[in-house]
C-alpha cells in the first residue's frame, strides 16, 4: 500500500490457517512504513471480506493482533458463512457489514485431548480456557451479547441469523 492508498482489501475465504495468517501478517507488515507514527486526521482503512466456515483459533488471533498493531481502520464484510474463528475475525471490525445471505455461527473451543501426561492435559486446558476468555471478551467488547448469553452456548453451536445479529449489533450496517 503507497502512502497515497487509504484503503487494503484482505479476502477470507475458506478456512483459516496459519499460511493464510502470515499472508495477511506479511501484507499489514508491508504497510508499516507508509503509516506515519503521527496521528493521521483519518486511518488508513483495511477492509476483510469474509466467507469462511472458521479454521485454526491461533491463526485468528495472529491476525486481529497484527491488524490492531497496524493502526487501521478495520471494517469487515460478511459475504455468506461467518462461522466459529471467522466469526471472532468480523466481531473486530470497527464497523461490521452483513447482507441479507450472511449467517453467523458461535461455539465454545473445540479441542481434543491425546494421551500424554497428566500435568500436560492440565497446562493444554488451561491454555484453552484462557483462550476462550480472550475470545468471549472480544465479542462481548465489540457486540451486544451478553457474557451470560455465551455461556448458554458451553456445550452446542448457536447459529445466528441476519435479523438477530442486526439486533445484538454484531453487524453494525445492512447491504441490501
Not at 493502526?71 to 468480523?90: K, N, P, Q, R, W
Amino acid at each position: 500500500m503507497s502512502k497515497k492508498n487509504t484503503m487494503m482489501i484482505i479476502k477470507v475465504i475458506g478456512e483459516i490457517d496459519i499460511s493464510m495468517a502470515n499472508k495477511i501478517m506479511q501484507e499489514l507488515a508491508g504497510i508499516e512504513d507508509d503509516i506515519s507514527t503521527d496521528k493521521p486526521k483519518s486511518r488508513p482503512i483495511v477492509k476483510i471480506h469474509i466467507d469462511s466456515s472458521g479454521g485454526d483459533v491461533d491463526a485468528v488471533l495472529s491476525i486481529i493482533s497484527a491488524l490492531k498493531y497496524s493502526g487501521m481502520e478495520i471494517h469487515t464484510y460478511a459475504y455468506g458463512d461467518v462461522s466459529s474463528a471467522a466469526f471472532l475475525l468480523y466481531c473486530i471490525g470497527e464497523k461490521r457489514f452483513a447482507t441479507v445471505y450472511s449467517q453467523f455461527l458461535y461455539h465454545r473451543f473445540q479441542c481434543y485431548i491425546n494421551n500424554n501426561t497428566l500435568s500436560n492435559h492440565v497446562n493444554f486446558l488451561e491454555s484453552v480456557r484462557r483462550k476462550q476468555t480472550i475470545t468471549d471478551n472480544l465479542i462481548i467488547e465489540n457486540t451486544l451479547i451478553p457474557g451470560d448469553v455465551l455461556n448458554l452456548y458451553e456445550n452446542k453451536s448457536w447459529y445466528i441469523d441476519i435479523n438477530d445479529a442486526i439486533q445484538l449489533k454484531i453487524c453494525t450496517d445492512f447491504i441490501k
